[in-house]
Nanobody, 123 residues
Framework: QVQLVESGGGLVQAGGSLRLSCAAS????????MGWFRQAPGKEREFVAG????????YYADSVKGRFTISRDNAKNTVYLQMNSLKPEDTAVYYC????????????????WGQGTQVTVSS
């Protein structure tokens, strides 16, 4: 089992920045690829960003490329999502997830999920 707890969400104006954190506990964190997903009201959960177990490979949804950066610190069992140039359409609940298989962008293939943190971007 892996337990995931997100933090860092909040209300920010368009053009602003937030950094989300996801703290992991339980089984060895460093063996898992990690992903960030988001879900807006009335919409399906969508992939945002992913990172492989070592942190050397990252991958992003086209909608956030150049604005968001995913990173991880395996010594701290934490993955981060730095979000810059935020837009109102980025408003959603953001979830982190763990998957033993890297480079996965499909939500149902992830093994473990956090409870989510709300990000609201005002115009």
């Amino acid at each position: 089992q892996v337990q995931l707890v997100e933090s860092g969400g909040g209300l920010v104006q368009a053009g602003g920045s937030l950094r989300l954190s996801c703290a992991a506990s339980g089984r060895t964190f460093s063996i898992y690829a990690m992903g960030w997903f988001r879900q807006a009201p009335g919409k399906e959960r969508e992939f945002v960003a992913g990172i492989n177990w070592s942190g050397h490979t990252t991958y992003y949804a086209d909608s956030v490329k150049g604005r968001f950066t995913i990173s991880r610190d395996n010594a701290k069992n934490t993955v981060y999502l730095q979000m810059n140039s935020l837009k109102p359409e980025d408003t959603a609940v953001y979830y982190c997830a763990a998957d033993i298989t890297p480079y996965t962008v499909v939500a149902r293939q992830y093994d473990y999920w956090g409870q989510g943190t709300q990000v609201t971007v005002s115009s």
